[in-house]
């Protein structure tokens, strides 16, 4: 740990903003590991903390402003768009201090006010940027654009509550002088796979407001799902937006899941955003993930008119839009009605992961290229896409696509999203190209935060938060003249499993806070432990807003030390507390209680005797929640019992999915499972099999709902002894000793959860056991939920720990 990191987590709250912003030595100090930093002076610790995204430059002064219920935020006559802004900011203020502020329209601010004041000579030039000084005598913004009141609208807010205090605030005498690093500052939600109302919809807005972001992506079409009303062509909606779930009718699933949103709503939400100075960027993926239109339309749209219904299966489908004359001509009725609901400059046209094999196959697109001139199915992406961008360009709109759409040629004025990592970016770049960055590895947030086993449904590789904030939107491949390609970043959400509003922003928060700062911030007022100092007054900030961020890379870890000895009951043990984040104090207890920041603090292994239940809970130095209280149970039968989170992937696989009991559900309690879609096949860590005389399994049939494409081929079918098939288990590997194969019961039924249980000899010693099943690849995909050693002496346990 450098220095300027061990300071930090010690310093009090009031030094946490000018820690990480560009005014204060220690945020411009190099990473851990690269020397000490120079300590911060007294100044630095009186300065107001938690602005997030952090700004270009503060310097804090002497003294404070008090803001009370008869404070007033003062605002020009007849500014409409001002009015807005104080509007909103009285808002916020009202919901997270309760402070009730009046907006007043006045030509001479009333003393002690905050000022919001556009003026096209205010002292900070860049576009959407803010002056802001806090003087004992008010608060006042300043800037030449409706953007930059807006902004400085949210910082002032932001100060306001950085104590996450109630009633009349404190505010410190600073100034501020703040502008964004990039344009394009944005966020993407996929409301394809599953339907956001529109609620939702603003809910998300709003959070992006908070956080400066000004770029909404709306993934509106894919193959399970047509959310946009379009009038011409009804039967998008009528039927293209509705599919059957895997499970219809059975553990409160409906019998048909999806949505649409009225044109009316969506003028409605575009509005909506516009106050908040949030473009909404539509995108209709096209000409792969069509499966939706191609139900709805198949002689118009389908290649050769195939029909289908709206996709079920998460992954990579079949379906292309034909390219003949009528289907083109679909395509262009449908962007004229896009267009005039989206004012927005570019237009988002997917153009990703669009298999060919149909286009390959169809003898009237094989002419059709013949005619053309064009080389390959690859080549014939990039004739669509050169007459989309026509189509856009004679409407003075501007192409956007996924990094895929580089492969077939790209017209000069069409604009690449990159997402397979940085490399699209680069490439487009050096093509002359603006580039977005939003690749899966940094910006994907349908990642985990952690590993924890109460992370929800989901892909099982983790982003953590510190991940997304070491981004650097700038690839360093590229030369100064090719970076001014790089418009800006952009987080992705796609929803696959995110099937709920409370998932949304589990998976989005705080993740946005990273997003938002490497957006805005310069590199130099970054710093990643001033970033962590500044998050519990954010974390606060969402409680009070109603926004259920995930605290888990803050939730404490529990563990014994030496886990794999496995100690007994009525043996010493100690218990190691640690968080993802190694931020925050760990208060713990031992005797049942809730632990507060009274309870004992962990700063070394906690010593026990066994058996032992520990809760633990994450708080900032002045007492601010960071992490909800997590309880362990360390016994004997605990011991005996592995969980699906626990299990271990088979040498040849994967275990890349944490699946749901059914994908639709929307609870946040809904049982989960880690699976290998090409394996169904998993690893116990070495446990004692000494007298163990049953081996019980927690049995899950899932739904098989995903599409593979060439991959399908790489899904291994283990040989079994009878058609339904059987899980059987062996000893230490896959090809060792067969300790049992035990039949699965009959039935079809999806979300159902079995135990299948099996009589074996004891064994001495430890060892792991290799569990498959042997199921037919074309049926439901069978899961474990745990894994049961039961002493040959006793009584199955009751449960899990």
């Excluded at 603003?202 to 770029?215: G, Y």
């Excluded at 680069?426 to 899966?440: E, F, I």
Aim: hydrophobic fraction near 40%; charged fraction near 20%; charge should be negative.
């Amino acid at each position: 740990m450098s220095s300027c990191s061990f300071r930090l987590r010690r310093l009090p709250r009031w030094s946490a903003l000018v820690l990480g912003l560009a005014l204060v030595a220690c945020a411009r100090a190099p990473q851990p590991g690269s020397g000490p930093a120079p300590a911060a002076t007294d100044a630095a610790i009186a300065a107001p903390p938690s602005l997030i995204p952090a700004p270009v430059q503060l310097t804090p002064g002497q003294g404070r402003l008090e803001i009370g219920a008869g404070t007033v935020i003062s605002i020009p006559v007849d500014d409409a768009q001002t009015r807005q802004s104080a509007d909103q900011l009285a808002a916020l203020i009202q919901r997270t201090r309760g402070l009730v502020l009046s907006v007043r329209a006045e030509n001479t601010p009333t003393p002690g006010s905050l000022r919001l004041q556009p003026d096209a000579n205010a002292p900070v030039t860049q576009a959407e940027g803010y002056a802001l000084d806090v003087t004992s005598k008010g608060l006042t913004v300043i800037a030449r654009d409706a953007a930059g009141v807006y902004y400085g609208a949210m910082t002032a807010w932001q100060l306001l509550t950085s104590d996450g205090g109630h009633g009349a605030a404190q505010v410190p005498v600073v100034q501020i002088r703040d502008w964004p690093r990039f344009a394009w500052r944005g966020q993407h939600l996929d409301v394809s796979r599953h339907f956001m109302d529109v609620d939702t919809i603003k809910h998300v807005l709003d959070a992006m407001a908070e956080h400066k972001l000004n770029v909404f992506h709306w993934h509106l079409t894919d193959d399970q799902g047509w959310r946009l009303e379009i009038k011409r062509y009804p039967k998008l909606t009528d039927v293209g937006a509705w599919r059957t779930p895997p499970g219809a009718g059975t553990q409160d699933v409906p019998e048909r899941v999806g949505g649409f949103y009225t044109q009316d709503q969506v003028r409605d939400i575009v509005a909506y955003a516009a106050t908040r100075h949030i473009t909404v960027l539509p995108e209709i993926d096209m000409p792969g993930h069509m499966q939706a239109a191609v139900a709805a339309y198949p002689d118009q749209v389908g290649v050769d008119g195939v029909k289908t219904q709206v996709g079920v299966d998460w992954g990579v489908n079949p379906y292309l839009l034909s390219t003949d004359a009528r289907s083109m001509q679909f395509i262009e009725h449908v962007l004229d009605e896009v267009l005039a609901l989206f004012p927005s400059t570019y237009i988002h046209i997917g153009g990703d992961e669009a298999i060919k094999d149909q286009w390959e196959a169809s003898p009237s697109i094989r002419a059709q290229m013949k005619r053309l001139g064009v080389k390959d199915a690859h080549a014939m992406q990039g004739w669509f896409n050169a007459q989309l961008a026509a189509y856009l360009s004679a409407h003075g709109r501007r192409l956007i696509g996924w990094d895929e759409i580089l492969e077939g040629g790209l017209p000069d004025n069409a604009s690449v999203m990159s997402w397979r990592g940085v490399d699209g970016a680069v490439d487009a770049a050096r093509k002359g190209h603006d580039v977005v960055l939003a690749p899966a590895g940094w910006m994907y947030f349908n990642y985990p935060q952690t590993g924890r086993a109460d992370e929800p449904a989901g892909q099982r590789d983790v982003l953590p938060l510190s991940k997304v904030y070491g981004f650097d939107p700038v690839p360093t491949e590229l030369t100064a003249d090719q970076r001014h390609h790089v418009l800006g970043v952009q987080g992705a959400l796609w929803t696959e499993y995110v099937t709920s509003p409370w998932h949304v922003d589990h998976a989005l928060f705080p993740r946005l806070d990273a997003v938002a700062e490497i957006a805005w911030s310069p590199t130099s007022a970054r710093g990643w432990e001033g970033f962590l100092a500044r998050l519990p007054a954010q974390l606060q900030r969402y409680r009070q807003l109603d926004i259920q961020a995930s605290d888990t890379a803050f939730a404490a870890d529990i563990a014994l030390q030496d886990e794999a000895a496995a100690a007994r009951e009525g043996q010493p043990a100690k218990v190691v507390l640690d968080n993802q984040v190694q931020f925050g104090q760990i208060h713990y207890t031992t005797d049942g209680s809730t632990p507060t920041m009274d309870s004992p603090r962990y700063d070394a292994p906690v010593p026990v005797t066994l058996p032992v239940t520990v809760n633990a809970a994450v708080f900032s130095d002045t007492g601010l929640p960071l992490a909800a209280t997590r309880t362990r149970r360390f016994d004997d039968a605990a011991g005996l019992i592995v969980a699906s989170h626990a299990l271990l992937a088979c040498p040849e696989g994967a275990l890349g999915l944490r699946l749901p009991l059914l994908p639709d559900l929307t609870a946040a309690d809904t049982p989960v499972f880690d699976v290998d879609l090409f394996h169904a096949c998993w690893m116990t860590p070495k446990r004692s099999l000494d007298h163990i005389g049953t081996l019980r399994v927690e049995a899950a049939r899932l739904a098989r709902n995903f599409g593979l494409a060439h991959d399908q081929s790489k899904v291994v079918q283990y040989a079994g002894k009878t058609p339904r098939g059987a899980l059987e288990i062996y000893q230490d590997q896959c090809d060792g000793p067969l300790l049992a194969r035990i039949p699965l019961p009959d039935g079809e039924t999806l979300g159902e959860q079995f135990p299948l249980e099996a009589a074996m000899t004891p064994r001495s010693g430890t060892h792991a056991l290799c569990l498959r099943y042997t199921a037919p690849i074309t049926g439901p995909l069978y899961a474990i939920g745990a894994v049961h050693l039961i002493p040959a002496s006793s009584a199955p346990p009751a449960g899990a720990h």
